[in-house]
């Protein structure tokens, strides 16, 4: 291997291979359950986050302003090779309904661009729309897949370690998305209580990809997803 040239990769290049995006593989019989973070890269927390994940032999996805990357590069590369499913949160964070689809495109498009400068990573890009927001016309007139969330910890809202964690816990089923984000210091000390507990009940911590294909979902550009069931 070390003397093979892959692709476009020669001996004796000097850039890195790109990143890339690793399926661990899990089965459907499997308690799973997918951790997200919307706002990011944020890379005080970026990095605790991922390793309490690593403690718990588990992986998160990351939903990502395309605006923030600039300056946190290594953070995506950091991401994707640990693991983690690097994904788009729109490039700053407008309400989709309140734009074209045009409009909408450009912000998808300008963060998966983002994300390829970064990492080198051009595969597929799942979308978390602001707010949640995004009308069904919109959506079906778009290359993406996008993800919601089944389980809101409001983390943002009440920004205390133990409510966050106490919400996850009362309402965690096998195949929820669970939304979380990546700015609050109270969030990473909730994972304190959150993954140790829900590890103990038998769960797997995957991204929503491995989530969606592993519960045997159809997915499909222009669906909207909450949960894999």
Request: hydrophobic residues 30%.
């Amino acid at each position: 291997y070390l003397s093979a040239d892959f692709g476009s990769l020669k001996q004796g290049d000097e850039k890195n291979v790109p990143s890339t995006y690793i399926d661990y593989g899990y089965n459907a019989e499997e308690k799973m359950i997918a951790i997200t973070f919307d706002d990011g890269p944020y890379t005080p927390n970026s990095y605790k986050i991922m390793e309490l994940f690593e403690k718990y032999d588990g992986h998160a996805t990351f939903f990502l302003l395309g605006s923030r990357i600039e300056g946190d590069e290594q953070t995506l590369i950091d991401m994707l090779d640990r693991g983690h499913q690097v994904a788009s949160h729109s490039y700053d964070h407008p309400n989709f309904n309140d734009m074209t689809v045009e409009e909408v495109k450009k912000q998808l498009d300008d963060t998966s661009k983002e994300i390829e400068r970064a990492t080198g990573y051009n595969g597929i890009i799942q979308v978390r729309p602001p707010y949640g927001a995004i009308m069904e016309t919109t959506r079906r007139k778009l290359d993406y897949t996008f993800i919601n969330w089944s389980i809101d910890t409001e983390d943002w809202l009440s920004r205390n370690p133990q409510s966050i964690c106490d919400i996850t816990l009362q309402y965690a089923e096998d195949g929820d998305i669970v939304l979380m984000h990546e700015l609050y210091e109270t969030t990473v000390e909730a994972l304190n209580c959150v993954l140790p507990k829900l590890k103990e009940q038998g769960y797997k911590f995957v991204t929503v990809k491995e989530l969606l294909e592993a519960k045997g979902n159809d997915v499909k550009f222009g669906q909207l997803y909450f949960d894999a069931n």
